[in-house]
């Protein structure tokens, strides 16, 4: 019956330290050291007093469960506040790309002008002015458009690299914590509970 007990609270702690949305490919990485201590804990656990197991377990559940909350709530968090400014830059492009796209506008529209003279020599003329008139136009437009496309590329890497330290950060602080709640767990086992054991979550 103890057997049981332990596989399937064992069984719940790897549930605890797997289950995470959108970052469980993360946790699952930061896990691997994580689950030799869980591994250790069952024997721990399997072999110790059925008594003191079982208040070691009902102690270190919720806090395992907390870590893996809160791991789950700042990951989501490192990964919003990048979309939100990914979406926020990508409409400031786009209203950059509108200004770009009416100014070529009026400047084709100075040489569609000219279609309308049925005058071959009044039509060359008129597109050697157009284009006398906007050449400095379109080098500007050209100088322009590749500043704008520098400065996208630019702030799309800065807003991901500035995601990958949140999360990283989430990460090591969740393996961490776990890893200490383990040990904390395997004391337990083997010493029981502390009689004021208080152990920090955040």
């Known amino acids: ?10 069984l719940a702690l790897i549930g605890v330290t797997l ?15 994580i689950l030799n201590l869980l591994a250790q804990s069952n024997l721990l656990g399997s072999s110790g007093d059925p008594e003191i197991t079982t208040e070691c377990f009902n102690h270190f559940m919720p806090i395992l469960n907390e870590i893996s909350t809160n791991f789950s709530v700042e990951y989501e968090q ?5 979309t939100q400014a990914s979406a926020n830059l990508s409409a400031e492009a786009a209203l950059n790309r509108a200004t770009f796209m009416k100014e070529t506008s009026a400047i084709c529209s100075d040489f569609t002008s000219c279609h309308s ?5 009044d039509f060359f003329n008129c597109y050697a002015t157009a284009a ?14 590749s500043n704008a496309a520098i400065s996208l590329e630019g ?5 991901k690299d500035t ?29 029981g509970l502390p009689s004021a054991s208080t152990i920090a979550i955040n």
């Open 78 to 82: 490192c990964v919003n506040v990048a």
């Open 117 to 121: 003279d049925t005058d071959n020599l």
């Open 163 to 191: 995601e990958n330290i949140c999360t990283n950060t989430a990460q090591s602080t969740y393996t961490e914590k776990t890893s200490e709640t383990y040990r904390e767990m395997n004391e337990c086992f083997i010493n």
């Open 155 to 159: 702030g799309l890497q800065q807003i």
């Open 19 to 33: 289950a995470a949305p959108r970052s469980s490919v993360v946790k699952a990485h930061a896990d691997n050291g």
């Open 1 to 10: 019956m103890q057997a049981s007990a332990i596989t399937i609270l064992s």
């Open 132 to 145: 006398s008139a906007d050449i400095n136009e379109i080098y500007n437009l050209s100088t322009d458009a």
